[in-house]
C-alpha cells in the first residue's frame, strides 16, 4: 500500500492567489482529516470526511478555506485567496474507523 | 476545551538511557490517548493507542501508560537510540468523535 498521496510536495505562491491542495488516502478507509501544522499553534485539524461526507469543519479558519471530498480516493483543500498567515505545513490523513489515523508526508506551503 | 500539553519541548540524553516522555491533558473525559513520532519534514506516524479502559500499552522498547483521573500519559522508551531522535507528539481523542488535539510535541535527541 502506497500510504496516504499528498500532492504537491511544496507550493510557493503570492499573496491573493488560490492554493489546491489534494490527497488521496489509503483505499478503504472511510475517514479522512485535513490539519494544519505550524511552530506557533502546533498540529490543529481543520476538517474530516467520514464517507466522503464533511463531519465537522469548526477548525476551518475563516470563509477562504473550504474543502471537498467528491469521492472516497480524492479530496481537496482549496485556500482562496491566499495570505502569508497561511503558510504552515499541511497534513491529510486518513483511517479505517476514526481512531488510528494515517498521516500522509505533508504540504508545505509558502504564501508571500 | 481540551488542552494538551507536552512539557519540556525538547530533551537530549546520551544513548542507552531509559527515559519517560510527558503528557498532561485537561478533560479526562477522553476516548483514547495516542502517541505519535515525526521525523523532520515527515508526516506521523502512529506509534501507542490506549482506549480509555486501559491503563497502558507496549510495542516494542515503548510502553505509554495512562491515567485519566490525573490527567497524564508517559511514554516510556528503553535503551534509547540515536534512531529514535525524532518529536513525539501525544493527541487526546475526546468522544468518539474521532477529533484528536494534540500537544506541540517533545523533540528527543539521542546522543551517540
Known amino acids: 500500500d502506497a500510504g496516504v498521496i499528498q500532492s504537491p510536495r511544496h507550493e510557493v505562491t503570492e499573496m491573493g492567489q488560490e492554493v489546491t491542495l489534494r490527497c488521496k488516502p489509503i483505499?478503504?478507509?472511510?475517514?479522512l482529516f485535513w490539519y494544519r501544522q505550524t511552530m506557533m499553534r502546533g498540529l490543529e485539524l481543520l476538517i474530516y470526511?467520514?464517507?466522503?461526507?464533511?463531519?465537522?469543519d469548526s477548525g476551518m479558519p475563516e470563509d477562504r478555506f473550504s474543502a471537498k471530498m467528491p469521492n472516497a480516493s480524492f479530496s481537496t483543500l482549496k485556500i482562496q485567496p491566499s495570505e502569508p498567515r497561511d503558510s504552515a505545513v499541511y497534513f491529510c490523513?486518513?483511517?479505517?474507523?476514526?481512531?488510528?489515523?494515517?498521516f500522509g508526508p505533508g504540504t508545505r506551503l509558502t504564501v508571500l | 476545551k481540551q488542552e494538551v500539553t507536552q512539557i519540556p519541548a525538547a530533551l537530549s540524553v546520551p544513548e542507552g538511557e531509559n527515559l519517560v516522555l510527558n503528557c498532561s491533558f485537561t478533560?479526562?473525559?477522553?476516548?483514547?490517548l495516542q502517541w505519535f513520532r515525526q521525523d523532520p519534514g515527515k508526516g506521523l506516524t502512529s506509534l501507542l493507542l490506549?482506549?480509555?479502559?486501559?491503563r497502558e500499552q507496549t510495542s516494542g522498547r515503548l510502553n505509554a501508560s495512562l491515567d485519566k483521573s490525573s490527567g497524564r500519559s508517559t511514554l516510556y522508551i528503553a535503551a534509547s537510540q540515536p534512531g529514535d531522535s525524532a518529536t513525539y507528539l501525544c493527541?487526546?481523542?475526546?468522544?468518539?468523535?474521532?477529533?484528536?488535539?494534540f500537544g506541540k510535541g517533545i523533540t528527543l535527541s539521542v546522543r551517540p
Open positions: 490523513a486518513s483511517s479505517p474507523w476514526g481512531d488510528t489515523q494515517y
Open positions: 483505499s478503504g478507509h472511510d475517514y
Open positions: 470526511f467520514n464517507n466522503n461526507v464533511p463531519i465537522d
Open positions: 478533560d479526562s473525559a477522553i476516548y483514547n
Open positions: 490506549i482506549q480509555s479502559s486501559q
Open positions: 493527541a487526546a481523542m475526546t468522544g468518539a468523535n474521532s477529533k484528536l488535539t
